[in-house]
């Protein structure tokens, strides 16, 4: 059964060729790594499954801006810092 993050989500679906996106893919990865996070445990406290977000690290499908919100609420970052240089916010940490 799909969540509604991930029916969000699959409606934005598909390969893309936007550089925000580009960019986030790499970025979640990235981020996850860094606190030493596996996909499973992420994908477990974002609510969806481990191959859905395998397709958000691999580029193939486009997250809804509420899914990356949520993925950065539990990397404890903004979401503004997982698209990059693309947002017109800063690159902070969610904290300050």
């Known amino acids: 059964m799909k969540t509604n993050i991930q029916a969000e989500s ?3 679906a598909g390969l893309h060729k ?3 996106y580009e960019y986030l893919q790499f970025s979640i990865q990235a981020h ?3 606190l030493d996070l596996t996909q499973k445990s992420l994908a477990k ?3 969806i499954s481990v191959g859905y977000l395998g397709l958000i690290e691999q580029g193939r ?3 809804s801006r509420r899914l990356i919100e949520k993925i950065a609420s539990v990397l404890e970052i903004k979401s503004e810092i997982l698209l990059g240089p693309w947002t017109s916010s800063s ?5 300050e």
Do not use: A, L, N
């Open 32 to 34: 996850r790594y860094s």
């Open 10 to 12: 699959e409606q934005g």
């Open 61 to 63: 499908v486009r997250p």
């Open 18 to 20: 936007e550089k925000p």
């Open 45 to 47: 406290r974002v609510q």
């Open 91 to 95: 690159c902070t940490k969610k904290d």
